[in-house]
């Protein structure tokens, strides 16, 4: 299953990342509060090296970073998103990379960062142990998870399981097809499911 979805977030997600981020999440309060928590963080430490794991497109966050004076790197599983925020925001900020085998040095950075991704990892463990090691000594890792106790994550897991087998399986393709002919929305056609 992750090799299958590890090809899934490379391709099809990656193509709706950048329409997702900026439609249905777009600069919300919530990343807000994360930049806030980063500033925090980064004013504990003189120079602040930092690395974004599972950047996408660099969208909300590595311009706001970038100007605030932080040193910035970003990367992601996805050429794709990564040309894009390479075009974006600046070709030496990012790089393509797997978040389950990380290759920077051991102690590289004071803060190391993996917002709204982290449950898109197959082997989020492995990912969270690379994490630690490329971590300064008093250095900072900032993520987020989802919550299994949250009635919205569980009511979308749901159906995302309905939606992966039998008359479900219908629904979602004619749902696509709705999507494609009023032009609003993105189409998930692979059956990955990558929230549990």
């Known amino acids: 299953m992750s090799e299958k979805q590890k090809k899934y977030m490379k391709s099809e997600y990656a193509q709706n990342w950048s329409l ?11 990343d807000k509060f994360l930049l806030t928590l980063i500033y925090k963080v980064s004013t504990i430490k003189k120079k602040n090296n930092l690395l974004e ?3 996408g497109d660099g969208y909300p966050l590595a311009n706001q970073l970038i100007e605030k004076g932080i040193n910035y790197s970003g990367f992601d599983i996805s050429k794709y998103l ?3 925020a390479k075009k974006n925001i600046g070709k030496k900020y990012f790089k393509v990379g797997d978040a389950e085998k990380i ?4 102690n590289s950075f004071n803060i190391v960062i993996c917002f709204h991704s982290l449950w898109y990892i197959p082997n989020y463990q492995k990912a969270l142990r690379e994490m630690f090691k490329i971590i300064k000594p008093k250095g900072f890792l900032l993520f987020d998870t989802l ?9 979308e897991y749901k159906k ?19 999507k ?10 692979d059956d990955v499911i990558h929230q549990k």
């Open 20 to 30: 997702m981020r900026r439609t249905i999440y777009d600069y919300n309060s919530y």
């Open 147 to 155: 919550n299994s106790s949250n009635n919205e994550i569980n009511k």
């Open 180 to 189: 494609i002919i009023i032009r609003k929305g993105y189409t998930k056609w």
């Open 53 to 55: 794991v599972c950047c």
């Open 82 to 84: 990564i040309d894009k």
């Open 103 to 106: 290759k920077y040095r051991k």
């Open 160 to 178: 995302i399981i309905f939606e992966s087998r039998n008359i479900g399986k219908a629904y979602r393709y004619l749902k696509n097809v709705l």
